[in-house]
């Protein structure tokens, strides 16, 4: 009996010993989803005209087919009262229309809160839009090539994130493509404070001192915004992401 244990025991080592190569687990890229208008990612003017035009936000991902859009706020100054107005899907409202078309030259509309439902039935927020109203601006016929580069952090792109969870992820990271060799070389971290902003800079992907000691003292609600994001891609090429804006709570 003693004798049958002893074999029992040892058989797991001699199964999986063997093979120490035989099971991997496969690190999958994360479902990556972008909203803009009238597919035009990198340009943060627009005129009201194709605005209107557009007539919605879209998704842009490579998972784009498999979400959408359930919910977004547009939010605008008009005759200096400042308005939000809500859509339960991801066309303007005949509300937001007439308003819109009142906004002056040169101010800035922000879509935000906006709520997707993916392939696996999960809602999810996504970041929003800050776009100026521009009227002789003209969209570039440039669509966005995939995949995605974008940075984010804890392998999401986050609007909202607790100051601990921060802290303990210390760093930003790269989405999209070929993530496991493409390297952040830097960022900078812009905090509002009295009007103005502070700018920090980091060499690395990881929050500096000056960085977390700041973060630490902010008060719930607070906005950061990573900016100047600097990767290396697998080809050698040197890019500029967008920039990263997210909430702390």
Same mark, same amino acid.
């Given at each position: @009996?003693?004798?049958? &244990? #002893?074999?029992? @025991? &040892?058989?797991?080592? +001699?199964?999986f010993g063997q093979n120490k190569n035989t099971f991997k687990v496969k690190k999958q890229q994360p479902e990556i989803y972008v909203a803009a208008i009238d597919s035009n990612y990198w340009d943060?003017? +627009? /005129? +009201?005209?194709e *605005? &209107?035009?557009? =007539?919605?936000i879209q998704l842009l991902s490579n998972y784009a087919d498999s979400a959408r859009i359930t919910r977004f706020t547009l939010s605008a100054g008009v005759n200096g009262n400042f308005y939000d107005w809500v859509s339960n899907n991801d066309s *303007? $409202?005949?509300r937001m229309r007439a308003k819109l078309i009142d906004v002056a030259d040169g101010a800035y509309i922000i879509i935000k809160d906006i709520q997707i439902q993916t392939r696996? %039935?999960?809602?999810? %927020?996504?970041? =929003?839009?800050?776009?100026?109203?521009?009227?002789?601006?003209? $969209?570039v016929n440039r669509r966005l090539h995939y995949p995605i580069l974008q940075a984010g952090i804890c392998g999401y792109l986050?609007? /909202? +994130?607790?100051k601990s969870q921060l802290l303990q992820i210390g760093k930003i990271e790269f989405l999209g493509g070929d993530s496991d060799s493409t390297k952040i070389l830097g960022f900078d971290l812009e905090i509002p404070q009295a009007g103005a902003f502070v700018v920090y800079s980091s060499q690395t992907e990881y929050l500096t001192k000056e960085m977390i000691s700041h973060i630490l003292q902010l008060a719930k609600g /607070?906005?950061?915004? #990573?900016?100047?994001i600097r990767c290396r891609l697998s080809n050698g090429t040197i890019r500029i992401l967008k920039e990263l804006d997210i909430q702390v709570f």
């Open positions: @009996m003693r004798k049958l &244990l #002893f074999i029992l @025991m &040892l058989l797991p080592a +001699i199964l943060n003017s +627009i /005129s +009201i005209q *605005l &209107l035009k557009a =007539g919605k *303007l $409202t005949s696996r %039935n999960q809602r999810r %927020n996504i970041n =929003g839009l800050a776009l100026k109203i521009d009227s002789k601006h003209r $969209t986050k609007d /909202s +994130i607790s /607070s906005y950061l915004v #990573f900016d100047n």
